[in-house]
């Protein structure tokens, strides 16, 4: 990248705002988040296992199962979100312009590879960070303090980034930014990438979300 920041003013505004513009319920703090990151380009995934009729005992075995979701309906750069463990888990169909931003960015990225151990899964240990370059399978939470970071995605300054801006995520707690592919870039608040969960495709139009295979 060329050495104008691609952050904006309002990002190194963010990154000294005081965390006490956090929710002090995480549950609150976590579907702001996610609101936040939904809103317009994001849609809800239709997920299974939502059962309302479930005993408590059922449910809190649900809460912690794999989850299927079906990406038939995502068109390209579109994301949707499921739920899976409680946590928003981002599926996003990156556009062929989106994944050409991934190498320009590798120099200025603090885990460009996901090479930290025990961190991410091997088979995200790539560039795109996934099994299918298309699909991006990502958890919406940031590894700073825990909000959800919110789309980004139109690259340049209409969205209050900077002129260099290729398009990705920006956490609007304390202003770690991350790109198409949840790599959080240098000296940011969050120490990390954003997390990928263990999943795998059922077929072209499922994945399941909590098993990196079928069983
Ligand atoms: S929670 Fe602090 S930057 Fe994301």
Request: proline letters at 11%; one cysteine or more; charged letters at 15%.
């Given at each position: 990248m060329?050495?104008?920041?691609?952050?904006?003013?309002e990002v190194?505004?963010?990154?000294?705002?005081?965390?006490?513009?956090?929710?002090?319920?995480?549950?609150?703090?976590?579907?702001?988040?996610t609101?936040?990151?939904?809103?317009?380009?994001?849609?809800?995934a239709?997920v299974?296992?939502?059962?309302?009729?479930?005993?408590p005992?059922?449910?809190?075995?649900?809460?912690?199962?794999?989850?299927?979701?079906?990406?038939?309906?995502?068109?390209?750069?579109?994301?949707?979100?499921?739920?899976?463990?409680?946590?928003?888990?981002?599926?996003?169909?990156?556009?062929?312009?989106?994944?050409?931003?991934?190498?320009?960015?590798?120099?200025?990225?603090?885990?460009p590879?996901?090479?930290?151990?025990?961190?991410?899964?091997?088979?995200?240990?790539?560039?795109h960070?996934?099994?299918n370059?298309?699909?991006?399978?990502?958890?919406?939470?940031?590894?700073?303090?825990?909000?959800?970071?919110?789309?980004?995605?139109?690259?340049?300054?209409?969205?209050?980034?900077?002129a260099?801006?290729?398009?990705?995520?920006?956490?609007?707690?304390?202003?770690?930014?991350?790109?198409f592919?949840?790599?959080?870039?240098?000296?940011?608040?969050?120490?990390?990438?954003?997390p990928?969960?263990?999943?795998y495709?059922i077929?072209?139009?499922?994945?399941l979300?909590?098993?990196?295979s079928p069983?």
């Amino acid at each position: 990248m060329s050495q104008e920041s691609p952050f904006s003013k309002e990002v190194v505004e963010f990154e000294q705002a005081s965390p006490d513009v956090l929710p002090d319920d995480p549950n609150r703090r976590f579907w702001l988040g996610t609101a936040c990151a939904v809103g317009g380009v994001a849609g809800v995934a239709t997920v299974i296992p939502f059962v309302a009729s479930m005993s408590p005992s059922e449910r809190a075995k649900a809460a912690g199962a794999p989850v299927q979701v079906d990406i038939s309906a995502v068109a390209p750069g579109q994301m949707i979100t499921a739920e899976w463990q409680g946590k928003p888990v981002w599926i996003l169909r990156r556009t062929p312009e989106m994944l050409a931003t991934l190498p320009k960015l590798n120099d200025d990225l603090a885990d460009p590879m996901s090479e930290r151990p025990g961190f991410t899964p091997e088979f995200a240990q790539n560039e795109h960070r996934s099994i299918n370059p298309e699909w991006m399978v990502m958890v919406g939470i940031c590894t700073h303090l825990g909000c959800s970071p919110s789309s980004r995605f139109a690259a340049g300054t209409s969205q209050g980034m900077g002129a260099n801006w290729l398009g990705g995520y920006l956490c609007p707690c304390h202003g770690s930014v991350f790109d198409f592919a949840g790599r959080v870039f240098k000296n940011m608040p969050a120490p990390d990438n954003l997390p990928v969960p263990p999943y795998y495709f059922i077929d072209d139009s499922n994945i399941l979300i909590g098993m990196d295979s079928p069983a």
